[in-house]
């Protein structure tokens, strides 16, 4: 096999969600990434790491690679064009934070910083006291949305909530505002909610501490949920905790349900995109509607191949379950009001609790959408992967049997 055509076979086995085609990728691309990373890098920081920027660059290029955003990438020509891409501006990015803290700006939370905190006394994140979410979670959501400015395709998108805009923040941050300082420079303003008021006292204390250069506005005592189905405001990214589950409802007998549909209602009226990262408490609370649901699905794939052995899979913990019933409901009621919905894929990891965390974009469309049938939506989200993370180290935590259209009946 020549080099061009293995550099595409990996390139295809990695966009079919083959994690094996990292590591020959890998081996062939680092070094040159490093060197890459170095040279742009020259006269920054001692502590500046040309390896880091290239991990975090090359780490983008997978994860955006496998959710299919790179649908006209075909061979090693075009591969090394993004790798060369994403990571220049990974190290551009990296010696703008270092002139904002120059300038006085707070201490940006990096991939660094996570990794040295592995013993009691060390002065990493995992060492910060704190109501969930975790720093593990606050990691997780930061790459995220780095990913998303860093390789996303979508030029609208890119020119609506780029950072020369910067993005509105609502959510629920830690004690430490860990997540905004992870985006900070992504950020315009915080819009902070808590449910409890000891909680949020400590929270406008530290914020006066870190002496973050962003408006913030104070919520609380307030329920998330109760918020986001009265409020008539809009923002850019939400980051949400719903520990009640999704469809069990909350001492105010408001479900994650009204909240998510009354969020997509107010961004339909006012024709406005916006990023969703949610994180569940995954209870064993409501299992039964969630079971009823997995059971319309063989009569809705009436002909599809492996769907009553997909969902007999998903059916074996309450994480699997919800990993199809939350990003549909999302879908259906977002396509319904004109939002193009892409989810990435799931992560599970243990913390107090087992967690469940879901990112998805909703795009805004002047047009009409094209028909997109159920059947091929709940086969996409039934389809995906669950990933788990494990000390910051990814695997796959269910890699269902693959539903298949026009097969015989399984």
Known sequence: MSENASVTFWIDQLKGGDVAAVQPLWDRYFTRLVQLAHKRLRGSAPSTDGEDVALTAFASFCRAAEQGRFPQLADRDDLWRLLFTITERKALNEMRNQRRQKRGGGRMVNEAALDAATSSDAPGLANIPGREPTPLFAALVADELRCLFDVLEDDLFRATYGPANGLAYCGMPSVEFLDVRAWRQELASVYAVELYEETLSK????????????????????????????????????????????IYPSKDKIKCVDAISSLIGRHALARRSFILIVTFNVRDKGAEEYLHYLSRIPPV?????????????????????????????????????????????????????????????????????????????????????????????????LRPTQILRDAPVD
């Open 203 to 246: 929270m406008r204390i530290e914020w006066d501490r870190l002496d973050i250069d962003l408006p913030v506005d104070f919520d609380g005592p307030t329920n998330i949920i109760e918020y986001l189905v009265k409020s008539d405001r809009v923002y850019d990214i939400y980051n949400l905790d719903f520990y009640g589950g999704f």
């Open 301 to 397: 794939l009436k002909g599809w191949k492996n769907v009553k052995k997909c969902c007999e899979e998903h059916k074996e913990n309450q994480a699997r379950r919800l990993k199809i019933c939350f990003p549909f409901y999302c879908w259906q009621t977002g396509i319904a009001q004109r939002f193009a919905v892409h989810v990435s894929d799931p992560v599970v990891y243990e913390s107090s609790a087992t967690m469940l965390h879901f990112y998805m974009e909703l795009h805004w469309q002047e047009k009409p959408l094209p028909e997109i049938g159920t059947m091929e939506a709940v086969a996409d989200l039934a389809n995906r992967p669950l990933l788990r993370m494990e000390r910051m180290v990814p695997s796959i935590d």
